[in-house]
């Protein structure tokens, strides 16, 4: 349960009732609020080193979502739409959103989360076949569900439609709020998961994998339709182990009818600049995830695998995939 140390709020943002239930319940635990002019631009924490990040992923920031659109996507989804926060108190050392916000990939929350759900209608009301919408590609819902209850809303009013179906992914545990709504199916969890070796380094902050077990199977038992993201795929040495390892954890453990309905998702790291300099800061021990003899420069400050280092690993991961789950399907790699 993420409790923060201080509260910066975007003036304005108090008048919506999430943002005035937020504001009245952390100034009555007497954590500090501070007005901000806006949620983007913040001095007082730009001015904060980098070395500083593990305190600022102690804050929580409130503001008002200006841009709504859902934007194309064909990937987990058929669209993306931005939704009601950004960031996350969880440190992933690969962590792709450093690579946009750096130091600045604190949770912030939006308040305006009707105006945002008018994205999901307009299209609900003008579209003639099935769309899926990703709601989570900048945060992790079920920890802001702790703070919010923004992803049982969110869940409730994709019930009630008839075209567009919701999907989310979570490193988190915590789904129990979720268990008992009527969700009709109509809201799609990823479960992601690593080998324990990698949670461990690499996602710090996150739940341990054995609790993101339990939450795919009380997710399946609750009806929901789920799926595995192995995500990031970390290629390091001895990883045809410990991902077999984390396969074979996956056959064990997991419900025999989720593994007839199970799909999965498959999601090769890359790994920024930004994050390079940023842990060097931070953590200048840990063992950072960039190999530069198995990746290669992909973008603008981002690294890649090499063909020839990922070639033969999506083949192991389909090949497996295949024989330990014959009836699943795989959506996507990427």
């Known amino acids: 349960m993420f409790e923060p140390q201080a509260l910066y709020v975007e003036r304005g943002a108090e008048r919506y009732p999430l943002g005035e239930t937020l504001v009245r319940r952390y100034l009555g635990r007497g954590v500090p609020v501070h007005w901000v002019d806006d949620h983007n631009r913040i ?15 102690r804050l929580l920031i409130l503001g008002v979502r200006k841009t709504i659109r859902l934007v194309p996507n064909r990937l987990s989804a ?3 739409l931005p939704f009601t926060s950004s960031g996350c108190p969880a440190m992933c050392v690969y962590c792709y959103l450093l690579c946009t916000f750096f130091t600045n990939s604190y949770l912030r929350v939006f308040v305006n989360r ?36 923004s992803l049982q809303w969110a869940i409730d009013r994709f019930s009630g439609l008839r075209r567009l179906q919701g999907t989310l992914a979570t490193k988190f545990a915590a789904v129990e709020p979720l268990l008992a709504l009527d969700h009709r199916r109509r809201t ?19 739940a341990p994998l054995d609790r993101r077990l339990e939450a795919a199977r009380m997710l399946h038992q609750a009806g929901y339709p789920v799926g595995v993201n192995l995500a990031p795929v970390v290629l390091e040495d001895g990883w045809e182990r410990d991902y077999g390892q984390l396969l074979d954890r996956l056959e064990a453990e997991l419900p025999e009818s989720l593994k007839r309905t199970l799909f999965f998702e498959i999601i090769f790291m890359t790994y920024g600049v ?25 973008g603008r400050g981002k690294y890649a695998y090499r063909p020839e280092v990922r070639g ?23």
């Open 114 to 149: 009707d105006e945002i759900w008018r994205a999901v209608d307009r299209k609900e009301a003008h579209t003639d076949r099935d769309i899926v919408v990703e709601i989570g590609s900048n945060s992790d819902l079920v920890l802001e569900d702790t703070l919010t209850g």
């Open 188 to 206: 799609r969890l990823r479960v992601s998961v690593n080998p324990e070796p990698i949670v461990r380094r690499l996602e710090v902050g996150t």
């Open 274 to 298: 930004a994050n390079c300099r940023l842990w060097a800061e931070v953590s200048p021990r840990i063992r950072q995830p960039y190999d530069p003899a198995r990746m290669r420069p992909k």
């Open 312 to 334: 033969p690993a999506e083949a192991f991961f389909r090949r497996e995939l295949k024989r330990r789950f014959p009836q699943a399907i795989l959506t996507y790699v990427c």
């Open 43 to 57: 001095p007082e924490l730009r001015a904060w080193p980098d070395r500083t990040l593990p305190q600022k992923k």
């Open 78 to 80: 058929d669209y993306i």
